[in-house]
């Protein structure tokens, strides 16, 4: 069982990325769709996250600025970033779970410079 996230790069600051993280309909269906970022030497930190009804949480430091959203038909789900800042650096890993159990993507870097 694989998620797939693309869609990282480096940009500057206030600029913008979309990721992307599609998924078997197995995992994707009735699961919560979560990105987290891992910074250098830091945790893994949910950054946003979507239920399998649309409901959405954010981060505090993202809030007003990333967007999550998902596509049911494709199983997709993407993160729409938007004045990005070098605090939002780091690799961005797309997470699906249900009861308790979680698969993790293999990460997607973003590089934002000022």
């Known amino acids: 069982v694989q998620l797939q996230a693309s869609g990282g790069g480096s940009v500057q600051s206030g600029e913008s990325l979309r990721l992307s993280c599609s998924a078997p309909s197995s995992i994707f269906r009735l699961n919560v769709i979560g990105w987290y970022r891992q910074a250098p030497e830091n945790k893994r930190d949910l950054v946003a996250a979507?239920?399998?009804?649309?409901?959405?949480k954010y981060a505090d430091s993202v809030t007003g600025r990333f967007t999550i959203s998902r596509d049911n038909a494709n199983t997709t789900v993407y993160l729409q970033m938007n004045d990005l800042r070098p605090e939002d650096t780091g690799v961005y890993y797309c997470n699906s779970a249900k009861l308790g159990v979680a698969y993790w993507g293999q990460g997607t870097q973003v590089t934002v410079s000022s």
């Open positions: 979507i239920t399998s009804g649309g409901s959405t």
